[in-house]
């Protein structure tokens, strides 16, 4: 089955030269302005993204009219609207309709109302948000837990906390904007190494530890990279970590829950859940509530983040509800629901996988996990194909630099436990299409 895209219809018609600028160009050159007046300076930024949204090439800030179900209707901000399939939520296990979940947001409003009383520090705990710790305790096998008000916080506040100037950080190229924000400002000195590469990780600390065997040494990576759907060999990096009396800490939002036998993710398929020094996660892609954690076998580095990470004394704690949505999410997880829930977002995934790669699309990464990268390559060509995509049907996220370099543009796919067979056929014909349109296009 071939789908139609029905001609693109902008508003302004086209825009001639500064078209091909809101095509080509390249968002960066925005990143680093000058100029006296905080207020103006930023109007070249905003007249190129009005030129890209009028011409359909711009992917950003659309809202959603529906819940975060398999099928959705999308609004861009110049009205396209887009009905159909939903590849561009997060919600692996499709938690956020469960009755189960309904209720326990639904009682933890009643029993504590909207907000907490502050900080975690000042109040911001309630007995659901102390279940929630000890439950994701015993999920990782890692005693020590604390909550954050979304997974972007406990990256940054983490890190934040734990590292000092004189410290060294290492990461992973392809780490996730919330860690190298961390390392930035906690003022450690910080060096990244080729995206999961063991081996350069080893001459790294071999060159650090030749020279500095007192401070501290914190190597990070994540469980599953969502832009590539790769994930590192983790079992031999926590030994390369312990060889050289550095720490490790995996970001783990993208598997925990939604991976692994147990739902212990890359941890557990690893066989190394209980052994990381610092797993930080996020609850917005499994556990159906914005959200997060540090767990770790450290009482006293726990204590400290807790006391030190910017997000756990200086901002609101996460609420009653959320709290209680993750909790309820993690029971499901752990039980044999959560198991074939698993099973079915992974079907979606491996359907999803071979029918793109049937039809001649590039799909990236080697694990099959919830998310499903397709690449493009060419910015101009991504964003070409992400207006044709929003018109023809299919909600699908175009990234882009900075997410991603200006050369491998893609659109990420994620899968949902309740995507259908034809959810996905639907997908598959409509990114062929549009893609192949698009590729057309631009090769003019
Ligand atoms: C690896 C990683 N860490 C942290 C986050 C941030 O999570 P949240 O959006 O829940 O703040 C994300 C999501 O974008 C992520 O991909």
């Known amino acids: 089955m071939t789908t139609t895209v029905p001609a693109t219809t902008t508003a302004a018609g086209p825009l001639g030269d500064r078209e091909t600028d809101a095509r ?17 300076r930023n109007d070249a930024y905003l007249a190129w993204q009005l030129d890209r949204q009028q011409a359909d090439l711009w992917p950003y800030f659309r809202r959603y009219d529906t819940a975060l179900t398999t099928r959705a209707t999308v609004v861009s901000d110049t009205g396209v609207i887009t009905e159909g399939p939903n590849f561009g939520g997060q919600d692996y296990l499709s938690l956020t309709g469960h009755p189960a979940i309904l209720d326990a947001a639904h009682q933890a409003l009643r029993d504590y109302g909207p907000l907490t009383a502050g900080s975690p520090a000042l109040g911001g ?127 783990v939002a993208h598997d925990f829950g939604a991976m692994g036998e147990f739902g212990g993710g890359q941890l557990e398929v690893h066989d190394i859940l209980g052994e990381v020094d610092f797993v930080v996660g996020a609850f917005s892609k499994t556990f159906a509530t914005t959200g997060g954690f540090l767990a770790t076998p450290s009482a006293s580095a726990r204590e400290y983040v807790r006391m030190f990470g910017g997000p756990q004394t200086f901002s609101s704690a996460i609420t009653p509800v959320q709290t209680a949505v993750a909790h309820a999410s993690l029971s499901i997880v752990n039980s044999p629901e959560g198991a074939r829930r698993r099973a079915a977002v992974a079907a979606v995934a491996t ?94």
Do not use: Y
Not at 24 to 40: A, C, H, N, Y
Not at 391 to 404: D, I, S, T
């Open 125 to 251: 705990a309630t007995p659901v948000s102390r279940a929630l710790e000890a439950g994701l305790a015993e999920a990782l096998r890692t005693e020590h837990v604390a909550l954050f008000p979304t997974g972007w916080a406990s990256g940054f506040g983490t890190i934040r906390a734990l590292m000092h100037r004189r410290d060294h950080i290492l990461l992973d190229k392809l780490s996730h904007d919330s860690l190298r924000q961390g390392a930035t400002a906690s003022g450690a000195s910080v060096e990244f190494f080729r995206h999961l590469d063991n081996d350069a990780v080893r001459r790294h600390l071999t060159g650090i530890r030749a020279t500095d065997t007192t401070h501290a040494v914190l190597v990070v990576t994540e469980g599953v990279f969502s832009m590539d759907s790769d994930t590192p060999q983790l079992a031999e990096l926590l030994g390369i970590c312990r060889e050289f009396g550095a720490q490790l800490m995996v970001d």
């Open 24 to 40: 080509e160009k390249d968002i960066m050159r925005f990143r680093v302005v000058s100029g006296p007046d905080l207020t103006t």
């Open 351 to 444: 359907r999803l996988r071979e029918g793109l790669t049937a039809r001649g699309m590039e799909v990236m990464g080697d694990v099959v996990c919830p998310v499903v990268p397709v690449l493009i390559g060419d910015t101009p060509t991504g964003r070409t194909a992400s207006g044709l995509i929003a018109r023809a049907g299919l909600v699908a996220h175009l990234v882009e630099q900075p997410a991603v370099a200006s050369d491998a543009a893609r659109f990420r796919m994620q899968a949902m436990a309740d995507h259908s067979n034809a959810d996905v056929d639907t997908a598959i014909d409509i990114l062929d299409t549009c893609i192949r349109k698009a590729r057309q296009q631009t090769a003019r």
